[in-house]
């Protein structure tokens, strides 16, 4: 009788831990554009199913040529439908980037990536991507910093004034922007107290 029982609660737990990978099953939607305002339409139709970003990279791509590719992910259990928001910044000027990334932070979204993509027009473009998290804190604000230069020495000295200001770093990249040719670009951000 005892062997019985062991055998249920052996079938039991392994019907269990079976239920329990299966709750954390990952489904993934890789979409990939040569066009950054079609890459944010799609990003947010993905979110309104529940997924989630990843992380993007511009490149050149087999058959699509040069794309921003992105992997969007969420948990097969997961209710996260329409929690979340994206916005695709993408310019070539660092003083029109650091603008919008201003406006964006104020609106509460947080930098998560950024990559470098060359456009069908021939040039290259920082793609900065941010997101909204609707169920979290309303209030939350954040400042943004982008720092753009060619010559790594005087990067050190703007990130450190920078730090000493209470930003911290969120990501780099080396891209070709209208003015500077090949420059360091950094993003740093603080949080606007509330």
């Not at 309303?138 to 050190?156: D, G, I, W």
């Amino acid at each position: 009788m005892k062997s019985k029982a062991w055998i249920c609660l052996f079938a039991l737990l392994s019907l269990t831990s079976i239920a329990a990978a299966a709750s954390d099953a990952q489904d993934y939607k890789i979409l990939a554009t040569n066009k950054t305002s079609t890459m944010e339409k799609e990003m947010n139709d993905a979110a309104a199913l529940g997924y989630r970003f990843e992380a993007a990279m511009g490149g050149e791509s087999a058959f699509g040529g040069s794309e921003v590719i992105t992997v969007m992910s969420k948990t097969r259990t997961a209710s996260d439908r329409g929690r979340y928001a994206y916005k695709l910044l993408a310019t070539n000027k660092t003083s029109t980037m650091q603008k919008e990334l201003q406006e964006i932070g104020l609106e509460g979204f947080e930098y998560k990536d950024q990559t470098v993509f060359k456009t069908s027009y021939g040039g290259e473009e920082v793609v900065v991507i941010l997101e909204s998290d609707r169920e979290s804190n309303p209030k939350r604000r954040f400042e943004y910093k982008l720092l753009a230069t060619s010559k790594t020495s005087t990067m050190q000295k703007e990130i450190q004034q920078a730090g000493e200001a209470g930003f911290s770093f969120v990501g780099i990249t080396v891209g070709k922007t209208a003015f500077g040719g090949k420059e360091v670009v950094t993003i740093l951000r603080k949080q606007i107290a509330e």
